[in-house]
């Protein structure tokens, strides 16, 4: 690779939140008052529990006195729920030490470690139905045939045959053995609830040195091994804190150190991070621990959930866990995607890259990338280290570095420590954490090879994975809030950067919701403010919330913040922002008229509340409309005022603000002829110098397209029916007449949408068919009211490009926890016209949201073979899966979203060769539906998908269906199939989406 150094700068990457030196000083979660230690995490019922030690002032941990219980549905934003367990006053000892929480059958069952005056000798155990009111059942001490009095403090409860609780359960100690001090105590039960203690399991440590502290966070079976982890303070010498892994063949030993692995993490010397424990996540294994801080404020935080991964030699790590993706919030902008930097040269030579801009770091920032190095020949004889890595300033001169080394995987090692700039321009480096042999975490990296890296920083704490494996969890002293990149003896490229703000709310804590906290409540306390700066925090605030709270609630598609979301109105493009315009509804206060802008039409933000009904011509509604400049500029609206035909009225709203408030008047208030309303939502455009209306309406027993013209937008006179005919209902809503060069589109609101193609006579004022039969624009009932008045310059060459949205219908969520809210906006769509059909294709913009892509190619798919995808789910994703028909003898193909673990929950997206059809069909699709998509002869087999929680959109061959899928939450399965025969795949793409409101 070219290693010339670019000094292109990156631009911003701006964080709005607290600053670097703001209280709260980690990640991811802390209670909201006091201090916690040891989280023990499980999954039920649709949501992780984290049980924590947790004393209410936050003092000393051994005056732990209560239980903490947080919830959490992702495993990332977590709730505090306060204490669920007091032992103060208990006459047995008044503390809460670490515990364990298991399923033992069809209970719950909790022990935890208490501190009586001879010392940890008593634990405690309480059971539970649904992991908040615990009942107290026993008390265990140690058995003086194998153990002392000294501890007796929290056990691991392991099923002996997973699936078969009858089969009982070992437990596994933290205790101090007669024989030798601190070997794995051991109990064993059939229920959970009584326990037996068995002698000791044995450790063979071998060359290991042997250590007498050793805290046991759990023991799980992998792959016919078991795994032991857990936590030690001054391992061999060093003092800190270490976590470790012992391996055995046997539930009971013996044990031994996993010598080449044995740390899973760094050797600091100092407290940071604290005990690797065992957690159970939904139908996977899980490691979980905690971190305190060394600068400014020492409470304890949890830190991210970790996968764990065995390698092919069977060393246990500690990896990115999939679930981590939800902190990445808002995406920051990286104009430039590459960095190269040179340090060839002496010891200390290092080349130092800080991105342009201070970032605030308060709530925190995920980069990710690739990074390369190859050593310099001086590294490569020895004469001085090769490092590449990463640099967090502290202050001028000052930065806490990360230095990974570079060459074979023996001898390499990785430091964190201080880079100090003195006034000459020499670097100097002194380490403070190192990890080498022996260790489970990332050491250096390889000369040559490219790998990927997350850098995590959120104030004062920060880890790094490379090739998702954790190298390390640090703490540093307050930054100045820049960030780079560092290479010494070495030249390295940084390329494919991308940043995300953490979606942690102002803290990060995530607060148990009260009546005066509610987010819900705080948006309804200013639903009516004009202040933009006020009603966009309040509507964000609750978006965020919603978005956690509810795994139902779209991400990507725009929608009200609250009750029912409908017609997009007056959608237009207009110096160089995105406006649309929304119907509202379920508020006491009426149909409303809401307000989103965005300046790349994918990233929204709320604008204070449009309109009102608050007129005489509209008191019973905002109803649609559309919007356009005026012969003035000003933006001008016409819409439907009232809710019913008999009582619409024509309303005019202007606007001198810039679309923040309207001024209205009625301009319409005479029907065109007897049998139809005055007004049904109209499409706005001019002609020359005459402007022109299409409104809904009907006339006999059919439906029709009203035509009206203006000088001025105020005076309107009748023109015609530019058409009408009884055959798709008796009455059409949203009209819409689109001009496709010589031809023209008529659109009109019944369900399905219809559309026709053909030739509009501008002097008749009559639109003429090509034929009679409509063509349908989206076969789901679930999709309706389609606006395509909006055209921006972003096509071919800067040319105009017809956009349109659509509502998406479906019932309110099923999510019973949050507040009201019932549909959506598709995503934007291009709307062109090929051989007499609508075209439409998702707008390429939508690209800005992907991250974590993930592509297979040339595979051959068998019919009933599934699980090609068996390690992906996810629940906001675009898919974008091309087949090969050449030699395809499968009746059906395509993917299967919303998947349960056992396949008996799953929305499939086909395609059938035979028919040319493409549908949506499952267990949890409200009836099969599908439509014609032609693909030229011989060429792949396209089905581009956009999933996002409960809504599927899906386009073929230019065709498009909507879908609402309300699935169960925790059905997030993703594959590829083939249904009577096989059928090769060409490419599957996959990425996940974030929100549109981060």
């Given amino acids: 690779m070219q290693m010339n150094r670019w000094r292109i700068g990156l631009l911003a990457i701006l964080i709005v939140s607290a600053c670097l030196q703001q209280s709260g000083t980690a990640m991811i979660f802390r209670p909201e008052k006091g201090a916690m230690w040891d989280p023990s995490i499980l999954w039920h019922n649709g949501k992780y529990h984290a049980f924590m030690m947790y004393n209410k002032k936050g003092d000393n941990g051994l005056d732990a006195g209560h239980c903490l219980l947080a919830t959490s549905a992702d495993g990332v934003h977590w709730e505090d729920q306060g204490a669920i367990i007091d032992e103060r006053g208990r006459p047995d000892g008044a503390t809460f030490f670490k515990c364990f929480v298991a399923k033992c059958g069809d209970k719950f069952v909790m022990d935890h470690g208490v501190l009586r005056q001879q010392g940890q000798d008593l ?57 030798q001090n601190h070997l794995p105590a051991m109990m064993e039960s059939r229920d959970g609830t009584k326990w037996e203690a068995l002698p000791p399991a044995k450790i063979e440590w071998g060359a290991t040195p042997p250590r007498n502290c050793l805290e046991y966070g759990g023991c799980e079976r992998i792959n016919g091994k078991y795994y032991l982890i857990g936590g030690v303070n001054e391992y061999m010498g060093n003092k800190g804190y270490c976590m470790y892994t012992f391996v055995a063949d046997n539930p009971r030993g013996p044990f031994r150190p996993d010598a080449e692995a044995f740390r899973l993490c760094g050797n600091s010397g100092k407290f940071v991070a604290w005990l690797a424990a065992w957690a159970r996540g939904k139908d996977e294994l899980l490691i979980s621990n905690y971190a305190s801080m060394q600068h400014g404020e020492k409470a304890p935080w949890m830190l991210p959930l ?161 090739d998702d494996l954790l190298v390390q969890t640090y703490t540093r002293p307050p930054g100045s809030g820049k960030v780079g990149f560092l ?85 237009i493009y207009h110096d160089g922002k995105y406006h649309i315009f929304y119907l509202n509804d379920k508020n006491p206060d009426g149909c409303r008229r809401g307000h989103l802008v965005s300046k790349d039409l994918v990233r929204w933000e709320d604008w204070p509340v449009a309109m009102w009904p608050d007129t005489p011509w509209d008191r019973e509604a905002v ?7 005026d012969d003035k500029g000003t933006p001008t609206f016409i819409y439907t005022g009232n809710s019913s035909h008999q009582t619409a009225k024509g309303v005019m709203a202007r606007s001198d603000d810039g679309m923040l408030t309207w001024q209205k008047k009625l301009v319409m208030d005479k029907p065109p002829y007897p049998g139809t309303p005055v007004h049904w939502d109209g499409q706005l455009w001019k002609d020359g110098g005459t402007w022109y209306q299409l409104c809904g309406g009907k006339f006999a027993n059919g439906g029709a397209a009203v035509l009206w013209s203006s000088p001025n937008l105020e005076n309107w006179t009748y023109r015609n029916r530019i058409y009408t005919t009884g055959k798709y209902g008796d009455f059409w ?159 059906r193909f395509g993917v299967k979203l919303r998947m349960s673990k056992d396949g008996k929950e799953q929305t499939v997206v086909y395609y059938e060769p035979a028919t040319s059809r493409f549908g949506v069909a499952g267990s949890v699709v409200d009836g099969e539906i599908s439509d014609k998509a032609d693909f030229p002869a011989g060429q792949r087999i396209t089905l581009h998908i956009f999933l996002d929680r409960s809504v599927v959109e899906v386009f073929a061959a230019g065709r498009a269906i909507t879908k609402r899928v309300y699935s169960d939450p925790t059905s997030q399965g993703l594959d590829a199939f083939s249904d009577g025969g096989s059928v090769k795949l060409d490419t599957l793409d996959v990425w996940r989406m974030k929100s549109i409101w981060d």
């Fill in 487 to 571: 290479v010494g003896n070495a030249q390295a490229e940084f390329s494919g950067l991308s940043a995300w703000a953490m979606s942690f709310p102002a803290e990060g804590v995530a607060k148990i919701s009260k009546p005066k906290d509610n987010p819900a409540a705080k948006y309804r306390a200013v639903i009516k403010s004009q202040d933009k700066a006020v009603f966009s925090k309040a509507a964000l605030e609750l978006r965020r919330w919603m978005e956690i709270h509810d795994p139902q609630r779209p991400t990507y598609h725009t929608m009200g913040p609250l009750d029912f979301t409908f017609d997009v109105n007056g959608p």
């Fill in 623 to 629: 109803f649609s409309g559309n919007l356009v400049i």
């Fill in 123 to 179: 634990m405690r155990f309480y059971q539970s139905k649904d992991l908040r009111n615990w009942n107290y059942i026993t008390s265990t001490e140690p058995d003086g045939r194998w153990y002392s009095r000294e501890r007796w403090d929290h056990m691991y409860m392991l099923p002996k045959e997973e699936g078969k609780p009858e089969a009982g359960y070992w437990g596994y100690i933290v205790a101090v053995s007669k024989e």
């Fill in 733 to 891: 809503e949203l009209p819409y007449l689109l001009p496709f060069g010589e031809k023209s589109v008529l659109i009109i609101g019944v369900c399905p949408v219809r559309y026709w193609v053909g030739v509009y006579d501008k002097t008749s004022f009559v639109f003429k068919p090509d034929k009679e039969e409509a063509e349908i624009l989206d076969v789901s009932p679930h999709f309706y009211a389609p606006n395509p008045h909006m055209v921006d310059d972003k096509g071919p060459g800067g040319s105009q490009r017809r956009l349109m949205f659509g509502w998406v219908r479906g019932g309110q969520t099923p999510t019973k926890e949050v507040p009201y809210w019932d549909g959506n906006h598709s995503i934007p769509r291009v709307l062109t016209l090929d051989a007499g059909k609508l075209i439409q294709e998702p707008i390429p913009e939508l690209q800005l949201l992907r991250h974590g892509h993930l592509q297979l190619k040339d595979r051959t798919i068998e019919s009933f073979a599934p699980g090609l995808l068996k390690d992906l789910t996810g629940k906001a994703l675009e898919i974008v899966a091309s087949f090969d028909p050449k030699g395809a003898t499968a009746k």
């Fill in 306 to 466: 970790r996968k764990p991964v065995v390698d092919k030699d069977g060393h246990l790590r500690m990896g990115w866990w999939k679930g981590n993706e939800a902190l990445k919030g808002r995406p920051l902008t990286i104009d430039n995607k590459k960095v190269m930097l040179n340090g060839e040269g002496k010891q200390g030579n290092y080349d130092v890259f800080y991105l342009d801009e201070t970032i605030n770091a308060g709530q925190g920032i995920i980069l990710e990338g690739s990074l390369g190095a190859r050593a310099s020949a001086q590294g490569d004889k020895g004469t001085a280290k090769p490092v590449v890595g990463f640099v967090i300033e502290e202050k001028a001169g000052q930065a806490t570095a990360i230095q990974l080394g570079i060459g074979k995987p023996e001898g390499r090692e990785t430091h964190i420590g201080r880079l100090i700039t003195a006034p000459d321009g020499t670097r100097t480096f002194s380490s403070e954490d190192v990890t080498g042999k022996g260790c489970a975490t990332v050491t250096g990296v390889e000369d040559g090879r490219e790998h990927t890296f997350r850098l995590l920083c959120r104030k004062e704490m920060f880890e790094l994975y490379i």
